[in-house]
């Protein structure tokens, strides 16, 4: 079965950090980019970031660049998303995916696979 496990959120408090993963299974992990999105109580899925198959580009949503910097290990099938200077407004559930689509893919129509969410809370 395809599965995609993300984790790595929690409570944080505005200016700190998180490190979210995403480990993906039962399928060809390196054919596939894998993108993040987080969705806020009453909001739409948003895309965050995605990555693409071989880890060559990287894609950002405006919000997040330069706080945010996603990588890639394919020998360990996953895929990490380093969240720094976090802002009460990037609290959501975030959700890692897998797609086939080649370069920026932030919309969530894009995606084959998705994973769990994990929460993340920026607060004081």
């Known amino acids: 079965d395809v599965q995609l496990q993300a984790s790595g959120g929690g409570l944080v408090q505005p200016g700190g950090h998180l490190r979210l993963s995403c480990a993906g299974s039962g399928f060809s992990f390196d054919d596939y980019a894998i993108g993040w999105f987080h969705q806020a109580p009453g909001k739409e899925r948003e895309g965050v970031s995605c990555?693409?198959?071989?880890?060559?580009?990287?894609y950002y949503a405006g919000s997040v660049k330069g706080r945010f910097t996603i990588s890639r290990e394919n020998t360990k099938n996953t895929v990490y998303l380093q969240m720094n200077s976090l802002k009460p407004e990037d609290t959501a559930v975030y959700y890692c995916?897998?797609?086939?689509?080649?370069?920026?893919?932030?919309?969530?129509?894009?995606?084959?696979?998705w994973g769990q969410g994990t929460q993340v809370t920026v607060s004081s």
């Open positions: 995916a897998a797609t086939r689509v080649s370069g920026p893919a932030l919309l969530a129509y894009e995606y084959d696979y």
């Open positions: 990555i693409s198959y071989g880890g060559g580009s990287t």
